[in-house]
């Protein structure tokens, strides 16, 4: 089974096509440090919850959409080194400056396997 990385980010809504053209153009990216598949879901019943939610957690605006992604690697060692890669490779700094979404609400974590059916 893949190891997964997962992502949590708040999208303005009007940004949505230009949210899509940059995650395609990071794939390509992506592959070469290891991703075997990227995943970019876009909030279509993102609910308000009673404790926590989504929109709670990546603190949404009124004008903002969920965005739910990630990533397969093969294995936790492979993303540990793609990781590595992506923070000296000097294209990640240059689409790091131009992302349509504030990063530092972004929420990801890794996740091990514990059934894939």
Same mark, same amino acid.
């Given at each position: 089974?893949?190891?997964?990385?997962?992502?949590?980010?708040?999208?303005?809504?009007?940004?949505?096509?230009?949210?899509?053209?940059?995650?395609?153009?990071?794939?390509?990216?992506?592959?070469?440090?290891?991703?075997?598949?990227? %995943?970019?879901?876009?909030?279509? #019943?993102? +609910? /308000?919850? @009673?404790?926590? *939610?989504?929109?709670? $957690?990546?603190?949404?605006?009124?004008?903002?959409? %969920?965005?739910?992604?990630?990533? #397969?690697? +093969? /294995?936790? @060692?492979?993303? *540990?080194?793609?990781? $590595?890669?992506?923070?000296?490779?000097?294209?990640?700094?240059?689409?790091?400056?131009?992302?349509?979404? /504030?990063? @530092?609400?972004?929420?990801?974590?890794?996740?091990?396997?514990?059934?894939?059916?």
């Amino acid at each position: 089974m893949a190891y997964v990385e997962g992502f949590v980010v708040a999208v303005p809504a009007a940004n949505k096509e230009v949210y899509r053209k940059h995650a395609s153009e990071a794939l390509p990216i992506f592959k070469e440090f290891g991703v075997t598949r990227m %995943v970019e879901t876009w909030g279509d #019943e993102v +609910p /308000d919850g @009673k404790v926590t *939610d989504f929109k709670g $957690a990546v603190k949404a605006k009124p004008d903002e959409v %969920v965005v739910f992604s990630w990533f #397969e690697y +093969p /294995d936790r @060692k492979t993303r *540990d080194a793609a990781n $590595a890669k992506m923070m000296s490779d000097p294209r990640m700094k240059t689409m790091g400056e131009s992302m349509p979404f /504030d990063g @530092k609400r972004m929420v990801h974590a890794g996740f091990a396997p514990l059934l894939d059916a």
